[in-house]
């Protein structure tokens, strides 16, 4: 499922496309996607044009004249492709196409149907039924350790569930969750409630680097996400313990764990991620991610034990 870093890769992309193209015609699918606007969405886009490209968390918001903006939020499975010359290769699952003045398309494709493409008028955004309950979004208003534990004094629920919540973080799923925690040296299945103040500090700032991060390598494949040009995002190598089980964890060499909270897959390491927000005597120190610092258990042991008083 796409999260914000490729939510912002699509975002990038087509800010370098579509911005100043017509739209001439919009065809639609018979079949539904969430939360959808049927034939008021063709009747309200042809003739636009598009003025820019921003997002929210998970959602694009692609503005046109007249005051509107065409709201997308890519669910599931959804991509949208950029073609130059249409009608491109032959695609399933193709529920809506923008055709642009100047002959070339967008087309918005999407197997599981759980995506979204409504227009709405821009005045209005800031109340939309899709938009009002959001977080701020970590890439324009970045996230704070102070902010966050004020948020999760009294939460009950499990600080990785605290971080997929996207009323108060919106853009982080279950991929980055992960990845952030590790980074933070925070076990996943923690009550939100009880992580301490410099944890929430050390939370705030993985993930503000594990988002840049992933922007900037366009995101993680794991199935079904592309770019605009059909490509898959280049973050997968990197991940540290997302959709590792087994492998060793490269901060200290464990193999990492998998469990399951809120139905859904959590990846953790046992030995750096404490279960008590206190430093462990046997932890060894969180590292940055590069590929100069992955070079495996035995040089960190040893650098460890140079660097223990
Ligand atoms: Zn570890």
Known sequence: MPELPEVETVRRALAETV???TIRDVRRSRQRLRDDAGRALVKRLKGRTITGLRRHGKFLLIDLDAGLTLLSHLGMSGRWRFERKPPGEPLDHVHVVLEFADGTALRFQDPRRFGLARVVERARLAADRSLVGLGPDPIADPPTGARL??????????????????????????????????RAGVDPRRRAGAVRAHEWDAIAAGTI?????????????LSTYRTLWGEPGGYGERLRVYDRAGKPCPNCGT?????????????????????????????????QASPSTRSGPARRRMEHRKSTP
């Not at 680097?209 to 494949?221: F, N, P, Q, Y």
């Not at 390491?269 to 005597?281: E, L, N, T, W, Y």
């Open 149 to 182: 534990f004020a948020l999760s004094r009294g939460a009950r629920v499990s600080v990785k569930n605290f971080l997929l919540d996207q009323r108060r973080i919106a853009g982080i799923g279950n991929i980055y969750a992960s990845e952030i925690l590790h």
């Open 209 to 221: 680097r594990v988002l840049d991060e992933a922007i900037s390598r366009m995101g993680t494949t």
């Open 19 to 21: 911005v100043g193209r």
């Open 255 to 287: 193999p990492i764990r998998q469990i399951v909270q809120g139905a859904r897959s959590t990846y953790y390491c046992p030995v750096c991620q404490s279960r008590s927000g206190r430093p462990r005597a046997n932890a060894p120190p969180q590292r």
